[in-house]
């Protein structure tokens, strides 16, 4: 099933974990078009910006999938509304600068960045709400301290805080 241009069901659904421990990891009619608005609304653009194929590290997990990958029991991933994406040969930190700049989104997360890993160190999660005024269009980097993930607020740019 296509859920916009360039992007299909399966890819947000795909999870070897999921295949691991046998399940099914199926969306309900809600979750589904939560992701179609998430894919029309920020991954098909984004994929029309940079003219190269935005790869989908993890889409969405029902709530058996993400407590077996330790997210959060929160997370918008069980809800269809949140993606962590990559664009290969583009670093995150533009990724997400550029997505912050020019779409709407409830959460953009830029996770576990370090340049001096590579500029494709991370990934860049990103969350969209299909109820507009609900999107809170919050940036922030997730960093690992003393064993536990942080999560602090960008101001500005990423690519302020980095020397390229």
């Not at 709530?63 to 269809?80: T, W």
């Not at 922030?140 to 301290?145: C, F, G, N, Q, R």
């Amino acid at each position: 099933m296509k859920l916009s241009k360039n992007f299909h069901l399966s890819e947000m659904t795909k999870s070897q974990q999921a295949v691991r421990m046998g399940l099914n990891n199926n969306p309900s009619e809600q979750q589904v078009e939560n992701l179609k608005t998430l894919c029309e609304r920020v991954l098909q653009p984004t994929r029309e910006h940079f003219a190269k194929v935005v790869t989908v590290s993890s889409g969405f997990r029902d709530e058996v999938l993400n407590n077996a990958l330790g997210g959060s029991k929160s997370s918008q991933h069980c809800l269809g509304m949140a993606a962590d994406i990559e664009i290969f040969d583009v670093p995150n930190n533009e990724l997400s600068d550029w997505i912050k700049e020019n779409l709407m989104f409830d959460q953009l997360i830029l996770e576990y960045f370090d340049p001096a890993d590579g500029p494709n160190s991370g990934w860049v999660h990103v969350s969209y709400n299909p109820t507009i005024s609900l999107n809170r269009k919050e940036y922030l980097m997730a960093i690992k301290k003393n064993g536990k993930t942080e999560y602090k607020p960008i101001m500005g740019l990423s690519t302020d805080r980095y020397v390229k």
